[in-house]
């Protein structure tokens, strides 16, 4: 059984601090790996996409990747109240996404 | 500029009764998705779909029918509603899943079903 593993939360954060979320995969074979949004009541948006170890930045978005490690994480720099929602890490497993249950993120004010 | 909708938004329906909840894409993507969110487990595939008259089972089919005649219309049915069919359900489309492609997966803005 091929899994996604996700904290969780509520992670809550101050306005303006970093945010880092983490998700670990079975799947050693997994090639791809994603991160989405999802506000209450919402669908599921894309944030970011990566392939290859080590960082990729988009904004204030930073994904990590380890294979070795089988880790993925999403940081979020200068946190704002609009950043809170649940972050969902999907990997890809044989054509398919596997899915995380989802972080859920506060930012405070 | 649709891009992918669902209908109906909301549904009350009995114990036993089928219910068809319909997708539809303007994108003519390729591939497309059937998932259900429950609290606690995430998303989980139902079936999906490569091209029109092409589907395939995910982690949780029973109990689900589908059909794709066309490109652009993705339907899914249960036919003997059960309460654990109660859920949020999103249809979600990819232009593809070549293994080393983005895949993005664009979703529909959900339908949540209660069955009673």
């Known amino acids: 059984q091929k899994e996604v593993e996700q904290n969780s939360g509520p992670l809550s954060v101050p306005e303006g601090a970093i945010a880092s979320l983490n998700c670990t995969y079975s799947?050693?074979?997994?090639?791809?790996f994603f991160w989405y949004r999802q506000y209450s009541g919402k669908s599921p948006e894309l944030i970011m996409f990566?392939?290859s170890n080590g960082d990729k930045e988009d904004g204030r978005f930073t994904a990590q990747l380890n294979k070795a490690s089988q880790y993925v994480s999403l940081l979020i720099r200068d946190s704002q109240p609009s950043d809170s929602a649940t972050y969902l890490c999907?990997?890809?497993?044989?054509?398919?996404?596997?899915w995380g249950a989802g972080t859920k993120l506060i930012i405070k004010p | 500029d649709a891009g992918i909708t669902q209908s109906p938004r909301y549904k009350i329906t009995e114990t036993g009764r089928q219910v068809t909840l319909m997708c539809h894409q303007t994108?003519?993507?390729?591939?497309m998705f059937w998932y259900r969110q429950d609290l606690g487990h995430g998303l989980r595939l139902i079936y999906y779909?490569?091209?029109?008259?092409?589907?395939d089972k995910g982690e949780v089919p029973d109990g689900y029918v589908v059909s794709r005649s066309k490109t652009e219309n993705f339907p899914l049915t249960l036919e003997s509603a059960t309460r654990s069919q109660t859920s949020v359900y999103f249809c979600?489309?990819?232009?593809?899943?070549?293994?080393?492609?983005?895949?993005?997966?664009?979703f529909g803005p959900g339908t949540r079903l209660t069955v009673t």
């Open positions: 979600a489309s990819s232009e593809s899943t070549n293994f080393q492609g983005a895949d993005e997966q664009y």
């Open positions: 994108w003519s993507h390729s591939y």
């Open positions: 779909s490569a091209a029109a008259d092409i589907t």
């Open positions: 799947d050693r074979g997994s090639q791809s």
């Open positions: 990566i392939y």
């Open positions: 999907a990997v890809k497993s044989n054509y398919q996404l596997i």
